[in-house]
Nanobody
Framework: QVQLVESGGGLVQAGGSLRLSCDVA???????????MGWFRQTPGKERDFVAC????????DYADSVKGRFTISRDRAENTVYLQMNSLKPEDTAVYYC??????????????????WGQGTQVTVSS
């Protein structure tokens, strides 16, 4: 069983930066090398949307078009932590951000991806 705990959310002005962290606990041994870690976000009344993902082993990354060039996902394998560096934040980035993990192959259409494991979420609010 994998547990994910997010931190780093908060209130920031438009144009500012935040870094989210996701501590990974309970990883199932060597098979975690095949996992894909991701970040999703959700606003009230809307579905959860894909933001970014990274393959734990290879380190390859993917991003939603809305955050490309502004957000960067990374992982620290020694610390079992995944990060989401968010720069040039906009009011429309306001959402609850969820850390995710998945041992299944990730679909080519990342908007249809629903990972196995989810954190509890952390609120990010960007003021205009």
């Amino acid at each position: 069983q994998v547990q994910l705990v997010e931190s780093g959310g908060g209130l920031v002005q438009a144009g500012g930066s935040l870094r989210l962290s996701c501590d990974v606990a309970g990883k199932p041994g060597s098979t975690f090398f095949t996992y894909t870690m991701g970040w999703f976000r959700q606003t009230p009344g809307k579905e959860r949307d894909f933001v970014a993902c990274i393959r734990w082993g290879a380190g390859s990354e993917d991003y939603a078009d809305s955050v490309k060039g502004r957000f960067t996902i990374s992982r620290d394998r020694a610390e079992n932590t995944v990060y989401l560096q968010m720069n040039s934040l906009k009011p429309e980035d306001t959402a609850v951000y969820y850390c995710t993990a998945d041992f299944k192959p990730v679909p080519s259409d990342l908007n249809s991806w629903w990972p196995n494991y989810w954190g509890q979420g952390t609120q990010v609010t960007v003021s205009s």
